[in-house]
Every structure is written in structure tokens, then in C-alpha cells.
């Protein structure tokens, strides 16, 4: 029996595709030569996890696929203080953390949270790209933590609460609120006559759903990725303080790669910092009015009465600090206390 040109064809075209069939799943996939972990405390809409995405998927692709970093966003992995441990233990690789949450293991971090230092995002970058930032980050490096020079934006600190408006220092007095777990922010509320209680930011929506605090304080982005207007009826708009998050990474795991491949992540950290802060100031700039139509009542706090109350605080922290940190800060803040 004479076979067909075009049965021969569908034969051997079937055998042809079924032997590549096998082929590709009998390649196993080339395994990479690092596989790192990276976590946030923010939802993976906020800027920093859409711009963490675009980093670590862009050092996947120019070190060839060997370094490969999982994401795990919004406290999937624990609280700040949990992941810090994690960090330093080596279980977790890379991690962003606020300098105020860093305050337990290296003082001098806290200093980017000092009440009323900063006018603006802008201004504080100018001083943490420069002197006072490189100080810091001896500090840092000196504890056995490897950081990155460029800092990731956060923003202005503004406060929220159930009960009603901020409208001066004394709407303050007696106020429960929740702070991230850092001394330096506890030590700040009090001083403005508040009561402050540290709760890592993955139990805050919880905290204030069941009143267990009245209010909290953040820049609108997170504001608005984490829904806190949902269990914030008021927003006041205080500026108190500024926060940005130290990139961070366990000293060995960082050590164990390649020079080139370090060269690649440092580079690529540098330009999608840069991004995010202009992401997240655009988003900071424009939210307060979204956050408004989403039903929060807005108010601008009057807060020339809050930086008189700071006089005890400013002595501490600068004793705290140190002068010569304090020095660098005031080259850039102006004189406080």
C-alpha cells in the first residue's frame, strides 16, 4: 500500500512535535545560581513593591538568571521586627525597613524621624543622599548589615483618627495612638502630650478596626493601599515627620555574590529608588483628595503649638545621637530645640 505525500507529511510533522514535546519537558530549567528572598510591610500596589518588581526582574535578567529574587510583600512574612530578626539571622536576604524600626539595633538610624526636621521629602533626601545619610550608613554597615546608598520614599507623616479632627497640639492630650515599634516615635508622641502605643504595622488595620487605638500616622499612599480610611474617619494633614525605608541585606548572603553581580544589584537599586520616590511623591500629592472622596474628612492642623512642646525632646535625641550626627542634621534642618 503506497502511503500518501500528505499522510507522510501529518506523520512525521506529529512525531516531529512530539519528540520536541519531550524534549522540553525532559530539559530541566536552569536553576539559579542564587535564589535570595526580598519583603515589605506595604501592599503590593504601593510604589515600592510596583518598582521592586521592575528591580529584581531587571538584575534576574542581566545577571543571566543567577540571581534570582522572590518578593513577598505585605508583611507575608511577619511584622518589622520579625523580618529585622529574620534579616539578621540570614533566613530573609533583603528587606526595607524604616530607620525609626531600625532604632533598636543601630540608634542613630532614627534620626531621619526627629519631629518637624524636614519641610518636605525633598529636602530630607538632600540631607540623606549627602552627609548625614552616609554617616548613617556607616552606622549601619558597622552592625553587620549591609545597606544601599539611596533611601526609598515613604513620605510626610500625617495623623488619622475615629474620634475627630487634629486641629491643634492639644487635640493631642490623652490621644491613643498607634506608632510603628520605635523608640524614637513613642518618645516624640509623648512628648506632644499623646498616648502612643508601638504596633507593627501588619496588626495597625486590626488595632484601629477594634479600637484598640484611636488613630495612627502615615503618608496618603499608605494610607490608601493599606484601606486604613476604612477604619479612619478623619485625616489631618500634620507633616510631623518624614520616613523612608533603608534597603537592606543580610552582610553574608550579600558577601556570597559575585562581584559583578553585586556591581549589577547596587546599580539597579540606585535607579529604581530614584523612581519610586518620584512615584510615590506624585502619589502622596494627589491622594489626599481621593482619600476624601472615599468618604475622610480632611483638615489642615494648625501645628505652630506642636515644635514648642519638642524642647525636652530635642535635648534627649541629641545627646542620643550624638553631636556630631545632630551637627549634620541641623545643616540641613536648621537649628532645633
Not at 536553576?31 to 504601593?46: I, R
Not at 539611596?150 to 492639644?170: E, L
Not at 537592606?248 to 559583578?260: Q, R, T
Not at 481621593?290 to 515644635?307: C, T, Y
Amino acid at each position: 500500500m503506497t502511503r500518501s505525500p500528505r499522510r507522510t507529511f501529518l506523520t512525521r510533522t506529529a512525531a516531529a512535535a512530539s519528540f520536541a514535546s519531550i524534549g522540553i519537558v525532559r530539559a530541566p530549567a536552569k536553576a539559579a545560581e542564587f535564589s535570595y528572598k526580598y519583603a515589605s510591610n506595604v501592599d503590593v500596589s504601593h510604589p515600592l513593591n510596583v518598582r521592586m518588581v521592575q528591580f529584581w526582574s531587571e538584575v534576574k535578567k542581566e545577571t543571566n538568571g543567577r540571581l534570582e529574587v522572590q518578593n513577598f510583600p505585605n508583611n507575608q512574612l511577619g511584622g518589622d521586627t520579625a523580618m529585622l530578626s529574620q534579616l539578621r539571622s540570614g533566613a530573609l536576604q533583603f528587606f526595607t525597613l524604616d530607620g525609626g524600626i531600625l532604632q533598636s539595633v543601630v540608634p542613630v538610624a532614627a534620626i531621619q524621624g526627629v519631629g518637624f526636621a524636614f519641610k518636605d521629602a525633598a529636602q530630607a533626601f538632600g540631607a540623606f543622599d549627602g552627609a548625614l545619610g552616609d554617616y548613617v550608613r556607616r552606622e549601619i554597615k558597622a552592625k553587620g548589615i549591609w545597606v544601599f546608598d539611596k533611601m526609598w520614599d515613604i513620605g510626610m507623616r500625617n495623623v488619622t483618627s475615629s474620634k475627630g479632627p487634629i486641629r491643634t497640639a492639644d487635640d493631642l492630650a490623652n490621644f491613643k495612638i498607634r506608632t510603628p515599634p520605635g523608640k524614637l516615635w513613642v518618645d516624640l508622641f509623648k512628648a506632644l502630650g499623646a498616648s502612643p502605643t508601638a504596633i507593627n504595622f501588619s496588626e495597625v488595620y486590626t488595632a484601629l478596626q477594634t479600637k484598640v487605638v484611636d488613630g495612627q500616622e502615615n503618608p496618603p499612599a499608605v494610607i490608601q493601599t493599606a484601606r486604613l480610611f476604612e477604619v479612619q474617619k478623619y485625616l489631618s494633614i500634620t507633616n510631623h515627620m518624614w520616613s523612608a525605608w533603608h534597603m537592606l541585606a543580610n552582610l553574608d548572603a550579600w558577601n556570597a555574590l559575585p562581584k559583578d553581580v553585586q556591581a549589577i544589584v547596587a546599580r539597579n537599586a540606585a535607579k529604581y529608588a530614584l523612581l519610586e520616590r518620584r512615584d510615590n511623591q506624585v502619589l502622596n500629592e494627589t491622594l489626599v483628595d481621593k482619600l476624601r472622596r472615599e468618604g475622610m474628612v480632611v483638615n489642615a492642623a494648625d501645628v505652630s503649638g506642636f515644635r514648642p512642646r519638642l524642647a525636652g525632646f530635642y535635648k534627649q535625641y541629641r545627646a542620643e545621637f550624638g553631636e556630631t550626627a545632630w551637627g549634620l542634621l541641623e545643616q540641613t534642618s536648621g537649628k532645633l530645640g
